[in-house]
């Protein structure tokens, strides 16, 4: 398969460059990776600096991925979405070195995720113990079949990837606004799950109340990553296409034109109790990147939103740690399901790595999409 690339060049350090290297030495080495959601987040974000990076550099990502992979390995399963997201790391290492090793694992991970609780349509659930799509899962087990489907050609992953993202977009999607609901209850009880918010279904709907941000935040990235992974010539790229266009649609008009930013909770950004919300930030401004430079909207309200949205980062939300590094700032923690007040309660935190994962990437593409980093094109990658 044929992919388009620019590579990363040898440059004098940028902002984006310093949050790398603080994640990568100090925040989370390789050793100290654990088989977690979170962590999955910045291993992604490592596999795609190996794509995009020139020769020379490749072998710092890969050292890092396998040395993760490597650590963490004796736990690794795909038992729930948020267990396969690190499998990613798995299928990444088998495209890249063909060693058969990474192969059995990432099928057993593959095999472990064909277990998981789904409704009668076949949507996978978010968690074990009851029936529940959330947008969440959409990344946690995109990326990972997104990775297999690149590492063997099998079309079965990416089959089930739009396979899932059918699914959930038909219970979560708000048409108003193109964004998606946090999630939806199949079960129709009255449950609570870790630290979700009782009663949070709707009696008639079975949705939750809000469009977060961060949760609109996965599944505008991993649209993203399948649509740059596939040729326009792809019977699912269009329809791929026409779901990003849908999401990003709005994000200009309800981006705070101040900060750059977009709040916790986007569609409410007038509320006084909301606040800026940069992890999802960066993950709108990925996904408005992609939809431009693959021709998916034009309007300069998107570029101009991109702009804004980089530059917004960089003076409100990267601050430094000691006297070399930086990292992020303005991060809502780790949230599950709740109503309006639960999402402004959370607890908002510096560093995180998925906020860290998510300002490299950005960053990275912005840079290179004008012309901030020289471009090299990569063919048949």
Not at 85 to 100: C, H, I, M, P, Q
Not at 164 to 170: D, S, V, Y
Not at 267 to 292: H, K, Q, W
Request: proline share 3%; net charge positive.
């Amino acid at each position: 398969m044929l992919l388009l690339l620019v590579a990363i060049p040898c440059l004098s350090q940028s902002w984006v460059d310093t949050l790398d290297t603080y994640a990568r030495q100090s925040y989370l080495p390789p050793s100290k990776y654990m088989w977690l959601w979170t962590d999955a987040a910045l291993l992604n974000t490592m596999t795609k600096e190996y794509d995009l990076s020139v020769s020379s550099q490749k072998q710092i990502y890969l050292n890092y991925i396998e040395k993760a992979m490597n650590t963490s390995s004796v736990v690794a399963n795909g038992h729930t979405p948020n267990d396969v997201a690190s499998g990613l790391g798995l299928a990444f290492l088998y495209r890249v070195t063909k060693n058969e090793k990474y192969k059995r694992k990432a099928d057993k991970i593959y095999a472990d995720y064909q277990k998981i609780r789904r409704t009668k349509e076949g949507g996978v659930s978010h968690i074990a113990l009851f029936t529940e799509l959330w947008d969440d899962t959409i990344f946690m087990i995109g990326e990972f079949l997104l990775e297999m489907y690149k590492a063997t050609g099998d079309r079965k992953y990416l089959d089930e990837l739009v396979k899932q993202i059918r699914l959930h977009r038909e219970k979560l999607l708000d048409k108003d606004w193109g964004l998606w609901y946090h999630g939806w209850d199949g079960d129709y009880k009255n449950h609570v799950t870790m630290f979700s918010q009782r009663y949070w279904p709707d009696k008639n709907t079975g949705r939750s109340a809000e469009m977060w941000g961060r949760g609109n935040g996965w599944i505008v990235v991993t649209l993203s990553d399948a649509l740059e992974a596939l040729p326009k010539s792809d019977p699912y790229w269009n329809e791929l296409a026409g779901y990003l266009k849908e999401m990003v649609k709005h994000l200009p008009e309800l981006q705070d034109k101040k900060t750059g930013h977009w709040c916790q909770l986007p569609v409410r950004n007038l509320d006084p109790d909301n606040f800026i919300e940069s992890s999802c930030t960066a993950m709108f401004g990925y996904g408005i990147s992609t939809a431009l430079r693959l021709g998916i909207v034009t309007d300069t309200s998107f570029s101009n939103s991109v702009t804004l949205a980089y530059r917004g980062l960089r003076e409100h939300s990267i601050v430094p740690v000691g006297k070399k590094y930086l990292t992020t700032s303005n991060v809502c923690t780790a949230t599950c399901i709740g109503n309006k007040d639960y999402y402004f309660k959370r607890k908002v935190q510096k560093g995180k790595p998925y906020a860290i994962g998510m300002f490299i990437q950005f960053g990275l593409r912005y840079e290179m999409d004008n012309g901030l980093r020289q471009l090299a094109p990569l063919t048949n990658k």
